[in-house]
């Protein structure tokens, strides 16, 4: 799926699908991240003074999504189903853009539910949009 061009994409068309079948309009996406940790291993009979580097167990951090409050609730009702214990793990797709919003590539979350619910703070005086965010956790990720 992943579309080759020599001039990077730009970041400000994607799509996201929570798992629901559409696109969800978010106006700030993190993408996920990686790490696998390395465990330094050393016998005492070696010769060499320093220990080898192996690769020990995968993380992945958590992805935050961001959207204007609308009065949709359905963000809320997916945390609240985890805050209720009723765990409900989703494929969640992030999908890049190109500027005649065709895809380019994909961000595919295994098994992801939300761990945080946030909302901007609200202010009299101000004068911004009111900000939702959700965290999410998951299992692990595919890039297409």
């Known amino acids: 799926m992943a579309v080759q ?4 994409y730009p970041n400000f068309n994607f799509a996201v699908d ?3 079948g559409d696109a969800i309009g978010f106006s700030e996406v993190d993408l996920p991240a990686g790490e696998i940790e390395v465990i330094e291993y050393r016998e005492g009979s070696e010769i060499a003074s320093r220990p080898r580097k192996l690769p020990g167990l995968t993380k992945y951090a958590n992805v935050t ?3 204007g409050v609308t009065g949709n609730l359905e963000l809320f009702e997916w945390w609240r189903s985890s805050r209720d214990g009723q765990l ?3 494929k969640v797709v992030i999908t890049l853009l190109d500027e005649q919003r065709q895809p380019v590539q994909r961000w595919v ?4 539910w939300p761990v945080k619910l946030d909302y901007s703070t609200l202010n009299a ?3 911004e949009v009111v900000i939702e965010t959700l965290e999410l956790a998951h299992e692990g990720f595919e890039t297409e």
């Open 65 to 67: 999504l961001k959207r």
């Open 109 to 112: 979350l295994r098994d992801a």
């Open 18 to 20: 929570i798992g629901l």
């Open 125 to 127: 005086l101000g004068n």
């Open 5 to 8: 061009r020599d001039n990077p």
């Open 88 to 90: 409900l793990r989703r």
